[in-house]
């Protein structure tokens, strides 16, 4: 059966010159002519794949692009046409949940070209994704210093304490990634970015192969990017396919996505099974908070995938739990308290808190968070 593509565009010739095309290439195309029409066809078809333009009057493509992630036909590829270059436009189309964002004026020879990849490949990783079963935990904050990377090892390593050999940690978060250096593992130079830029694509086996190991950790680290590493330029089906990726690397991975908006936030987000949020009880950090969860919801991203920790690495008395919760109308799955000696002993040690030796608050506190999202 030919592939089904969706084309929302404004502009009657374009439009036109569009649907001509790809009918052309043999695939079965619906059309309309504004943003509130695409969707309801959208809605109705279930096409393969949506092909939108950006700017259109009343409603744009960004919207259009959020809106259909929200809905019914969420697994269609959404392709945005712009005659707009930027690429703070193009990250806000990638967070909406678009796949692709291509600059107008695009040639007929590639446009089609760049339809049957994305489509071939959303196939691939369909197959792929039935195959893998990996649990992907992406852990997040919305501002700095509020000890996110240290809910992200402290996790891995609860975890990787159950059972040897069952966990990796990710280190995504841009533009410097901290896990190599908090538990003691420098990033190799041949780290994978370069590869992803000159070739494309990560095959598992190679990422498999950066995989860093110590003695003393009860988990494996994918190391983060190094200062300078050209990691903007990689495309956006690499990125796609490394974040469908990371399932395979072990039974459980988690990813620190740190607090800056990425490439890699967006496809990560789509693959996570479950989104842990790091909330510091304090004013500044929870407001924060309040939209990055608002900007996650209008990005597709149901409550159901969401969780929030409660970490106060500064010791804060601003607010309590209960203030926590009312604000952002959500309970947190785990709480860690302030423990300024345990963590800056594990910090000199470079190992998470949970692997330093006897049963401490700390420790159970992680546990309870471990159980909350796997139970024993
Ligand atoms: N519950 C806690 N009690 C005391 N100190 C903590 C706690 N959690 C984390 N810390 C310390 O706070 C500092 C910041 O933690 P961490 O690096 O995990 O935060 P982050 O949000 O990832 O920061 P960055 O913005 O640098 O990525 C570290 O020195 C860590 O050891
Ligand atoms: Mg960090």
Request: overall charge negative; proline content about 5%; glycine content about 8%.
């Amino acid at each position: 059966m030919a592939d089904r593509i969706a084309v929302i565009e404004d502009d009657a010739p374009t439009r036109m010159m569009l649907v001509t095309l790809l009918e052309g290439a043999g695939f079965t195309v619906d059309a309309a002519a504004s943003g509130a029409e695409g969707i309801s066809m959208v809605e109705r078809e279930h096409p393969d794949l949506v092909l939108c333009d950006l700017l259109m009057p009343e409603m744009d493509g960004l919207e259009v692009t959020g809106r259909i992630r929200k809905g019914p036909a969420n697994h269609a590829q959404i392709v945005v046409l712009s005659a707009v270059d930027a690429v703070e436009e193009k990250i806000k189309v990638l967070e909406r949940g678009a796949d692709d964002y291509l600059v107008k004026p695009v040639g007929p020879a590639e446009l089609v070209a760049r339809v049957k990849a994305m489509l071939g490949r959303a196939d691939a990783l369909r197959l792929q994704g039935a195959r893998r079963n990996g649990r992907l935990m992406a852990v997040l904050g919305a501002k700095g210093g509020i000890g996110t990377s240290s809910v992200a090892i402290n996790l891995a390593a609860a975890l990787g304490k159950r059972k040897a050999d069952s966990v990796v940690v990710a280190d995504l978060a841009v533009p410097v990634g901290t896990l190599g250096i908090m538990l003691g593992l420098p990033i190799p130079e041949k780290w994978v970015w370069r590869e992803f830029v000159l070739d494309g694509a990560a095959s598992d086996h190679r990422l498999h192969s950066y995989l860093m190991r110590a003695a003393h950790l009860p988990m494996r680290l994918l190391p983060g990017v190094r200062q300078g590493s050209p990691y903007r330029d990689v495309s956006v089906e690499a990125v796609n396919q490394f974040a469908a990726g990371l399932h395979a690397l072990a039974e459980t991975v988690v990813v620190d996505l740190g607090n800056q908006p990425s490439s890699f936030v967006p496809p990560v987000m789509r693959q996570a099974n479950d989104i842990l949020i790091v909330v510091e009880p304090e004013v500044v950090a929870v407001e924060l908070t309040a939209h990055l969860i608002e900007r996650l919801h209008k990005g597709g991203i149901l409550a159901d995938r969401i969780h929030l920790v409660l970490s106060n690495p500064h010791g804060s008395l601003q607010l309590n739990r209960a203030d926590v919760s009312a604000t952002l109308k959500t309970d947190a799955i785990a709480v860690i308290t302030y423990q300024r000696d345990e963590f800056s002993a594990a910090s000199k040690r470079r190992i998470p808190v949970v692997t330093a030796p006897g049963e401490t608050v700390v420790t159970r506190q992680f546990e309870e968070l471990a159980k909350a999202l796997v139970p024993v």
